[in-house]
């Protein structure tokens, strides 16, 4: 097997809008032409979310551009990607997604050390607007100190 590239694609928004409570590392459903393109890093989260239906929990809006080596056999840029979970994981978000109100938000695309697409996924709960503006606040804080003791 060759050596695989430690590529990420990250969801650069989920920190700033969500409180990130608990991670899962879900499988992908996708087809060849989807996997090349993900490995030459042609994808963008930032609209991704996630969903059940039918007690399967599904990604919308991950868009990967169309690969252009291929044929006649390409995939839908921005389309509907199953996630694999166990059902006792499934199980348990969404009890909570239903419960308490919280959501579960894509935060990273990465492959395994055995070549399998993962998406890592969080439990979050969204963040208010003075939430956002106070995370702000301490981080420009935090920056100062760094620069002034540097």
């Not at 308490?100 to 697409?117: C, D, M, N, Q, W």
Request: charged content about 35%; some cysteine; aromatic content about 8%.
């Amino acid at each position: 097997m060759s050596k695989i590239t430690p590529l990420e694609i990250l969801n650069r928004k989920a920190r700033h809008e969500y409180n990130l409570l608990h991670k899962y590392e879900a499988g992908l459903v996708l087809k060849g032409t989807e996997v090349k393109s993900l490995r030459l890093g042609q994808a963008n989260m930032s609209d991704a979310w996630c969903l059940f239906e039918h007690g399967e929990l599904y990604l919308k809006n991950l868009h990967i551009n169309e690969y252009e080596h291929a044929s006649m056999f390409q995939h839908e840029a921005k389309g509907t990607r199953k996630l694999l979970l166990h059902k006792s994981e499934l199980k348990k978000l969404m009890r909570r997604v239903e419960e308490k109100g919280l959501t579960i938000v894509p935060y990273r695309i990465y492959f395994s050390e055995r070549g399998h697409a993962k998406c890592e996924i969080w439990l979050a709960q969204g963040k208010k607007e003075y939430d956002k503006r106070d995370t702000i606040k301490e981080r420009d804080v935090r920056r100062d100190i760094d620069r002034s003791l540097a």
